[in-house]
Every structure is written in C-alpha cells, then in structure tokens.
C-alpha cells in the first residue's frame, strides 16, 4: 500500500479531517490524523478507530503504523 492509499482511506472514513501519511517502504507508516470525531475519546480509543478503517490491512499491507490522533483543539494549543 501507498501513503497516498492510507491517506485515502482515512479521509474517506474521518470527512474533514487533516491527514498526514509517510512511509519509507510502503509497509510501515507514519500518520496524523487531525478530526472532531476524536473529541471527548481517549488516545486509546482513538487508535482503535483508525484500525478499525485499516481492518485487515493491518498486518499485511500496512505491517507497523505509528499513529498521532488530534482534535484541532489539540494541534491550536501546541
């Protein structure tokens, strides 16, 4: 998978979001992922909303994701 794939999916799945994805070999990623969906939920549960988009990519196309979840409250404050 590419990073301009993920980052389809998961603006397709967080409409309105700001993404951002890169990868050095297209199976382990890096991405932020700036929504209102995230405010009021945990880090935790936030991850687990953005595996929940990848389903089974995760673990085969997309090996290893690090992963920064935001609301845009979060990114105005730093």
């Not at 700001?18 to 990623?29: E, G, L, R, T």
């Not at 089974?56 to 990114?75: D, F, I, K, N, Q």
Request: without cysteine; negative net charge.
């Amino acid at each position: 998978m590419q990073s301009n794939e993920l980052k389809a999916l998961l603006e397709a799945a967080f409409p309105g979001a700001q993404v951002h994805v890169a990868s050095p070999d297209d199976v382990h990623f890096q991405a932020q992922v700036v929504t209102e969906a995230f405010v009021g939920k945990p880090t935790l549960a936030r991850h687990r909303m953005v595996y929940a988009v990848l389903g089974e990519r995760m673990g085969g196309e997309v090996h290893a994701l690090s992963l920064r979840t935001l609301t845009p409250a979060e990114v105005e404050a730093n």
